[in-house]
């Protein structure tokens, strides 16, 4: 699977934005999909994560409320709705497509990622 992430741009904090990650291939619905963040200078750190039915979803602390991820299989499309956004949640935002028995928070645990989206949240 190839991954090719996309709807990043500038937002005023307090704004929304909605990240896409489409995949190809027809193996889409087999895998956990991860979205994680990298800063400048930061390393990079897990956002959200979505098993490969759906049926289980994970959230940092940093973003539990405000972000939402989802998928559709069909579209071979995974999602990150943000809302509420700050300007600490300013990062490079990559989704990711793992195949671990569990869906996980660790990037290790991931084996294809995307070329990532700039997200940049304005005070």
């Known amino acids: 699977v190839q991954l090719q992430a996309s709807g990043g741009g500038l937002v005023q904090a307090g704004g929304s934005l909605s990240l896409s990650c489409a995949a190809s291939?027809?193996?889409?619905?087999?895998?956990?999909m991860g979205w994680f963040r990298q800063g400048p200078g930061k390393e990079r750190e897990f956002v959200a994560a979505?098993?490969?039915?759906?049926?289980?979803?994970y959230y940092a602390d940093s973003v539990k409320g405000r972000f939402t991820i989802s998928r559709d299989n069909a579209k071979n499309t995974v999602y990150l709705q943000m809302n509420s956004l700050k300007p600490e949640d300013t990062s490079v935002y990559y989704c990711a497509a793992g195949r671990s028995s569990v869906v996980s928070r660790r990037p290790l645990e991931y084996d294809v990622w995307g070329q990532g989206t700039l997200v940049t949240v304005s005070s």
């Open positions: 979505i098993s490969w039915t759906g049926s289980i979803i």
């Open positions: 291939g027809r193996t889409f619905s087999s895998y956990h």
